[in-house]
């Protein structure tokens, strides 16, 4: 913690528990009672009233306050459950931060407010997810890095459904989260257009001194492929739950259920309805059904070597 939150928090926490020793701060803040007297000594000289009451410790002067935040009830309880979401789905420094924060919020909050936000968020739970971010990741850190200097990124990465590594050079332009995996958006000089890369199929990176022009970047084309799968009535409500991310509507249909996706490739599409078995019947296009049917049939010879 530097030294500016230690000050900020030293004076919440006076203000919440009225009275505290030099020794219980140095502690709690893992510094020397030494350096506890020096935050006191800036905090008095920056106008917060603190007295020091021999063999007692310190505590704000009578009347002293700092002013709460002004959250309305519902604007509390929002902060709070997004703060709880977001330690669920993370790994690294930031769930440690992020109870720092609660609890600095919880101390400046009125009473009924944080004693209403609290208990919601400790009646919400939030499942983890396969893989949660950490955003002390190195390639992350690297990657926030170039966005905020415009620095050009080489990279080594492997493209999907690839077992070959492509080298280039990008210049960021956005990162987002979803499903499970980061995704930077970028101008890729080699293909000289923009193009999303999915960070954990990065294999080496590194941030380059050039700083590049912020370019007008298009939007990235939507996927091409138009594919119709008709799944069984009986399992149709489970496959909305486990939707593939290309879905775009559905239709009734004798017997079952016509889906209805736009894609990048067939070949992303395959496991994905392998894995509902005989309740899905890949319709169009004819070069699905014959991917499904290939990857069956090396099935089939693996089974039966």
């Known amino acids: 913690m530097n030294r500016i939150d230690r000050l900020f928090a030293i004076t919440l926490l006076l203000q919440r528990r009225k009275r505290l020793r030099a020794a219980d701060l140095a502690r709690l803040f893992e510094v020397s009672e030494r350096t506890v007297y020096r935050d006191i000594m800036a905090l008095n000289e920056g106008g917060v009233?603190?007295?020091?009451?021999?063999?007692?410790?310190?505590?704000?002067?009578?009347?002293?306050?700092?002013?709460?935040?002004?959250?309305?009830?519902?604007e509390a309880r929002g902060l709070f459950l997004a703060a709880r979401m977001?330690?669920?789905?993370?790994?690294?420094?930031?769930p440690k931060e992020l109870e720092q924060a609660l609890a600095k919020l919880a101390v400046a909050l009125p009473e009924a407010t944080r004693a209403e936000a609290e208990q919601i968020a400790q009646a919400v739970s939030f499942m983890l997810p396969r893989q949660p971010f950490d955003l002390d990741e190195p390639r992350l850190a690297i990657l926030q890095q170039a966005l905020r200097?415009?620095?050009?990124?080489?990279?080594?990465?492997?493209?999907?459904?690839?077992?070959?590594?492509?080298?280039?050079?990008?210049?960021?332009?956005?990162?987002?989260?979803?499903?499970?995996?980061?995704?930077?958006?970028?101008?890729?000089?080699?293909?000289?257009?923009?193009?999303?890369?999915?960070l954990d199929r990065i294999e080496e990176l590194r941030l380059l001194e050039e700083v590049f022009e912020p370019r007008s970047l298009e939007p990235a084309p939507?996927?091409?492929?138009?594919?119709?799968v008709r799944f069984a009535r009986e399992v149709a409500r489970w496959v909305r739950e486990r939707q593939h991310y290309?879905?775009?509507?559905?239709?009734?249909?004798?017997?079952?259920?016509?889906?209805?996706?736009?894609?990048?490739?067939?070949?992303?599409?395959?496991?994905?309805?392998?894995?509902?078995g005989v309740a899905a019947e890949p319709l169009a296009p004819p070069g699905l059904r014959q991917q499904v049917r290939e990857v069956l049939e090396r099935i089939l010879e693996r089974l039966d070597s």
Do not use: K
Not at 54 to 72: A, C, D, K
Not at 173 to 185: I, M, V
Not at 259 to 266: G, I, N
């Open 49 to 74: 009233p603190i007295v020091s009451i021999p063999g007692g410790g310190y505590e704000l002067m009578e009347g002293y306050y700092l002013p709460p935040l002004v959250f309305t009830p519902r």
């Open 86 to 94: 977001l330690q669920a789905h993370s790994t690294g420094e930031l």
């Open 149 to 198: 200097e415009r620095r050009v990124v080489w990279l080594a990465y492997h493209g999907q459904n690839r077992n070959r590594l492509s080298r280039r050079e990008v210049e960021p332009h956005r990162l987002s989260y979803s499903e499970g995996a980061w995704y930077l958006d970028a101008y890729c000089r080699l293909r000289q257009g923009v193009r999303g890369f999915r």
């Open 222 to 228: 939507a996927p091409r492929l138009e594919v119709r």
């Open 246 to 276: 290309g879905f775009v509507d559905e239709a009734p249909e004798a017997g079952g259920v016509v889906m209805r996706y736009r894609v990048e490739s067939l070949g992303e599409m395959v496991p994905w309805l392998l894995g509902w």
